[in-house]
């Protein structure tokens, strides 16, 4: 590994386990404890991404990429979860899997166009993971290249609804009492919107994302 690209695509890496250890630590501070099923999660969310991929043969079915790269980020979340909770602290867990990240960093576009060749890759993952009962973050990379879900693209994607999870809860999620509409479009409109307009860069970019959405939440709440 060299360059500065892997500087960052360590930075990236390590920002997302750390905010995956903050939103699960605000849902539950001993999460680590829990033992939580994590693989469940995640081979329940492979059947969704296959759905949106298309299976069904007695139907004409177009596969819907959009969808199919959210339930990704989706899977990533209980991924890092696992991840976490069996290399450590995010900054060891960042270390132990850098090299395989940055494999997945340095790839570009769809590596598959074949919907049945990404069913196959998604079967694979899903019995892997049913199988092993753990996340391999190689098997997921090899997946998202298929899909065309590019690093960068993955990190923006993820931090974006980690940080509007992390937001919710915040502010009343769980309680019943948050507000989603906004002046009449819902946070995750506003989140998509705001995250376009900042720097990406690991260090400030989930704090200004989340600083955003309070001062256009604040607004909201004094019916502005």
Same mark, same amino acid.
């Given at each position: ?12 890496? &390590?920002?997302? !386990? /750390? =905010?995956? *250890? ?14 939580? %099923? ?28 959009? &969808?199919?790269? !959210? /339930? =990704?980020? *989706? ?14 602290? %995010? ?38 993971v049913l199988t ?79 600083g955003q959405l ?11």
């Open positions: 590994m060299n360059g500065v690209d892997d500087v960052m695509f360590r930075s990236r890496l &390590q920002s997302m !386990l /750390e =905010l995956q *250890d903050g939103i699960n630590s605000k849902i539950r501070p001993d999460w680590r404890d829990a033992n939580n %099923a994590w693989f469940r999660a995640i081979w329940t969310e492979c059947a969704e991404l296959v759905d949106h991929i298309g299976w069904k043969w007695w139907k004409h079915q177009s596969p819907d990429i959009p &969808q199919v790269r !959210l /339930e =990704l980020v *989706d899977i990533f979340h209980f991924g890092l979860s696992e991840l976490l909770q069996q290399h450590g602290a %995010a900054d060891d867990a960042a270390t132990k899997l850098l090299g395989t990240y940055v494999v997945y960093g340095k790839r570009s576009g769809a590596d598959v166009d074949d919907s049945a060749e990404r069913i196959a890759l998604v079967e694979a993952f899903a019995k892997s092993t009962k753990r996340f391999d973050l190689a098997e997921f990379c090899e997946l998202a290249s298929a899909v065309g879900l590019e690093e960068q693209t993955l990190y923006e994607m993820y931090v974006g609804k980690s940080v509007l999870n992390g937001f919710r809860q915040d502010h009343g999620y769980k309680a019943g009492t948050y507000i989603k509409t906004w002046q009449g479009r819902e946070d995750n409109v506003w989140l998509v919107e705001f995250a376009a307009g900042l720097d990406k860069n690991p260090a400030t970019f989930a704090a200004e994302l989340y309070s001062k256009k939440y604040d607004e909201v709440a004094r019916g502005r």
